[in-house]
């Protein structure tokens, strides 16, 4: 039994955390006096921190090699912390000074969503000076867009479009050494690959996302008619979500669509986000409560090739939110404030916002909680060991992940599936009459016999193409009808090809029959004749 006399050690005040003193020294040159400390023990002098923080930039580039010389890159830039410290880096990557220059030819784009964050016209134009005033400082070729341009946007962008046959088909050292011997040629004479690059830049910087598509041709008046129409759709599908949760995956699942069209439209093969460790680690745990498991992979890793043709990639990934503070602190890097869809909202609004409030809670007691969630989520693979050479798999509708929900019978899902579909079913009131409670309205939607919601068998047919997590975003969106007119329309595409296949299931031969019968793809060529 517990005794009054002992000592446990559960009232004891918590540790403080060692602070820097004068005579500590920086842990690396050992010679200058620390400005900062990283970790527990981890101080670091103001140029050491600069070369540290770079190094890590260029090592992660290094080490996954996904980026080709003179491949085209977009930079999503949101004026954050993260994206801003991410521009800085390539800015001193492709500057002459530098020892090992990056190779790439580098663009911008910034998207306005302050149509769904509650700005003002005002607001939105001044916070779009100030991204437009840090875009031209940077001499890249930039792209500003709305987020009202997605009802624009084409139905192809909701197509997984194959890799390029004609990219880089050498490894990466090949391309390298290539890239290298081009260069040494054009010494001799003619325009140099920086002069070209720059050549490049030039043209495509005069291709602005401002004149937004359909909108060419247009005199000024009926422009400013368009954009408003367009703002007051996009509030109106936002303001049909029942939920804070739903709106922010709504919002980042809009905001992906809007920059892959952009990239494919300006010849990007890639693309560059500034997740940080912090925020992906939260994104993490954020996802696994939203039943986005199978996608952990892609939506946290290096490189997301989820589109085909486009690959996203997050050199950020191994920056936490403190060392990107603290660098654009110490070397002035400039960051634009906008507000969110979570801005002033209340601290269990959104899973999101609990994630996040639980997770730097902990990291504020244990410094080593961020670091266990982001490892843990590197582990991860996207496709399982075991798996072979397959057919493309179904992809979701609206993120382009491969569907979790064709699942056997006896598992989680197919329990919850059951459920729902149980606990919408309600029994028939019985009357003396044998009749509905609505006389002459059984047929009609407002009668209580008819459990068939407005818009329900929409919805039925729209669920089946969506994976689990994009369904929680669909069910808490009131109207079907306000989402952009390229899902639709990629909606219908898909359930008329789903019928068709159904149609004519029984003429169709199975990928095992086809090759046990000798009809692959080279049955027919001369080579397998002779």
């Known amino acids: 039994m517990c005794q009054a006399q002992e000592e446990y050690g559960g009232c004891d005040p918590p540790r403080?955390?060692?602070?820097?003193?004068?005579?500590?020294?920086?842990?690396?040159?050992?010679?200058?006096?620390?400005?900062?400390?990283?970790?527990?023990?981890?101080?670091?002098?103001?140029?050491?921190?600069?070369?540290?923080?770079?190094?890590?930039?260029?090592?992660?580039?290094?080490?996954?090699?996904?980026?080709?010389?003179?491949?085209?890159?977009?930079?999503a830039l949101s004026g954050g912390p993260a994206s801003s410290s991410m521009l800085r880096q390539v800015q001193e990557g492709l500057s002459r000074e530098t020892a090992k220059k990056l190779r790439f030819i580098p663009g911008i784009i910034y998207i306005d969503e302050g149509a769904v964050c509650g700005q003002s016209l005002a607001e939105r134009e001044e916070t779009l000076l100030q991204m437009e005033t840090i875009?031209?400082?940077?001499?890249?070729?930039?792209?500003?867009?709305?987020?009202?341009?997605?009802?624009?946007?084409?139905?192809?962008?909701l197509q997984r479009v194959p890799h390029n046959p004609a990219g880089p088909r050498n490894s990466y050292k090949e391309a390298v050494e290539g890239f290298i011997q081009q260069q040494r040629r054009e010494e001799g004479g003619g325009p140099s690959l920086p002069e070209r690059q720059v050549q490049v830049q030039e043209k495509l910087a005069e291709v602005s996302l401002r004149d937004a598509p359909g909108m060419e041709g247009l005199a000024a008046p009926e422009a400013r008619l368009l954009a408003a129409v367009r703002a007051e759709q996009l509030i109106r599908l936002f303001g049909s979500v029942k939920t804070l949760t739903a709106k922010e995956?709504?919002?980042?699942?809009?905001?992906?669509?809007?920059?892959?069209?952009?990239?494919?439209?300006?010849?990007?093969?890639?693309?560059?986000?500034?997740?940080?460790?912090?925020?992906?680690?939260?994104?993490?745990?954020?996802?696994?409560?939203?039943?986005?498991?199978?996608?952990?992979?892609?939506?946290?890793?290096?490189?997301?090739?989820?589109?085909?043709?486009?690959?996203?990639?997050?050199?950020?990934?191994?920056?936490s939110a403190k060392e990107i503070a603290f660098y654009n602190h110490l070397f002035g890097v400039p960051t634009v404030f906008t507000p969110a869809l979570g801005t002033k909202a209340l601290e269990k609004a959104s899973i999101h916002r609990v994630i996040e409030r639980f997770l730097y809670g902990l990291q504020a007691e244990f410094p080593s909680t961020v670091s266990t969630v982001y490892r843990t989520g590197e582990k991860l693979s996207t496709t399982p060991g075991d798996a072979g050479p397959a057919a493309e798999p179904e992809r979701c509708l609206l993120c382009l992940c491969a569907l979790d929900t064709n699942v056997e019978d006896g598992s989680a899902l197919q329990a919850i599936l059951v459920s729902e579909q149980l606990s919408q079913q309600k029994l028939?009131?019985?009357?003396?009459?044998?009749?509905?409670?609505?006389?002459?309205?059984?047929?009609?939607?407002?009668?209580?016999?008819n459990t068939t919601a407005p818009g329900g068998d929409a919805r039925a047919s729209f669920l089946p193409l969506l994976c689990y997590g994009c369904r929680l975003t669909i069910k808490d969106t009131t109207c079907l009808e306000s989402l952009p007119l390229y899902v639709r329309s990629e909606a219908e595409r898909r359930k008329r090809r789903a019928a068709m296949k159904l149609e004519i299931q029984e003429f169709l031969l199975e990928d095992e029959a086809v090759t046990a019968a000798g009809l692959g793809p080279w049955a027919d060529s001369p080579a397998s004749s002779g």
């Open 249 to 319: 995956e709504l919002l980042q699942t809009l905001r992906n669509h809007l920059i892959l069209h952009t990239a494919r439209a300006q010849g990007y093969s890639k693309v560059m986000m500034g997740d940080s460790c912090t925020r992906l680690a939260v994104k993490l745990l954020t996802n696994l409560s939203l039943g986005r498991g199978a996608s952990l992979a892609m939506d946290t890793g290096f490189s997301d090739d989820r589109h085909g043709d486009v690959v996203v990639v997050r050199p950020m990934r191994e920056y």
């Open 135 to 157: 875009l031209q400082a940077s001499g890249f070729p930039y792209h500003l867009a709305h987020l009202e341009e997605v009802f624009d946007l084409p139905s192809s962008i």
């Open 16 to 75: 403080r955390r060692p602070r820097v003193s004068c005579a500590q020294k920086c842990m690396k040159c050992k010679e200058a006096s620390p400005v900062l400390v990283i970790r527990v023990g981890d101080a670091f002098c103001k140029a050491c921190f600069r070369e540290y923080f770079v190094h890590k930039f260029r090592a992660m580039l290094g080490k996954n090699r996904a980026i080709y010389p003179g491949e085209k890159v977009l930079l």
């Open 428 to 449: 028939p009131a019985a009357t003396p009459a044998g009749r509905g409670c609505c006389p002459g309205a059984e047929e009609q939607r407002g009668c209580c016999m």
